[in-house]
């Protein structure tokens, strides 16, 4: 298994752009979710998934959709990208339902909005 | 979700446990303790959680306080390659099955060669 795979690693916009962050695991897993990480913060929740079909917000959604049309891909997109959206983001993904379940985390996107 | 509290940083000596503390003294009777670690630049790795007993596994031991408002994890013998910043966070079963966590500024531990 490949895990949870993020693309791309790294990416530089201009204020205004817009651009989709990918995101896909092979677990078969249903719960799927996005959080950013701001240079010494811990994660925020940006969107999260319960199943295809289902999304929902989490603590930062503002400037970020998210579809789940499938199991294994869940991606972010930014409409407009700003300067305040500079950041890391990580998706995670675990088995559904029963959330006690281990998260498993991808490697991460870096993003620069000039 | 219970709010956690954790010391900002931490050193150990190669070699030696490591203990790192969590106060949680909100915490309601369905909520667990999970601890999770990011390593320099990576993403967040799971550890171990309990509800109220104590927890070992392969990685490290998670100590509960009988009246659960803190808890310990301990790395038995800690190596360069645990450097990292620990997460200690407190959640409730979410029938819906939304696992989202909620992630304070943790514990950058450092261990000293």
């Known amino acids: 298994n490949a895990g949870v795979t993020q693309t791309p690693k790294f990416q530089v916009l201009k204020t205004g752009q817009s651009m989709t962050l990918q995101c896909a695991q092979d677990m078969n897993?249903?719960?799927?979710?996005?959080?950013?990480?701001?240079?010494?913060?811990?994660?925020?929740?940006?969107?999260?998934?319960?199943?295809?079909?289902?999304?929902?917000?989490?603590?930062?959604?503002?400037?970020?959709?998210?579809?789940?049309?499938?199991?294994?891909?869940?991606?972010?997109?930014?409409?407009?990208?700003?300067?305040?959206?500079?950041?890391?983001?990580f998706c995670a993904s675990s088995r559904g339902k029963r959330n006690r379940e281990t998260q498993y985390f991808g490697p991460g996107t870096r993003l620069l909005v000039l | 979700d219970a709010k956690t509290t954790q010391p900002t940083s931490m050193d150990c000596a190669e070699g030696r446990a490591a203990n790192l503390p969590c106060n949680h003294s909100t915490i309601s009777g369905n909520e667990y303790v999970y601890w999770y670690r990011q390593i320099h630049s990576q993403g967040p790795q799971y550890i171990i959680h309990g509800l109220k007993n104590n927890e070992t596994n392969e990685m490290a031991s998670l100590i509960i306080t009988e009246?659960?408002?803190?808890?310990?994890?301990?790395?038995?013998?800690?190596t360069l390659r645990d450097t990292a910043v620990y997460y200690c966070i407190v959640r409730a079963f979410d029938q819906t099955g939304a696992n989202n966590l909620f992630f304070g500024t943790g514990t950058r531990l450092t261990v000293i060669p």
């Open chain 1, 29 to 89: 897993h249903e719960y799927m979710s996005w959080y950013r990480q701001d240079p010494g913060m811990g994660l925020r929740l940006i969107h999260y998934s319960v199943g295809a079909g289902i999304t929902d917000q989490g603590e930062v959604p503002n400037g970020y959709n998210v579809s789940r049309s499938t199991t294994e891909d869940f991606p972010l997109r930014l409409l407009s990208a700003a300067p305040s959206q500079t950041s890391v983001y």
């Open chain 2, 67 to 78: 009246d659960r408002k803190s808890s310990t994890l301990i790395l038995p013998q800690a």
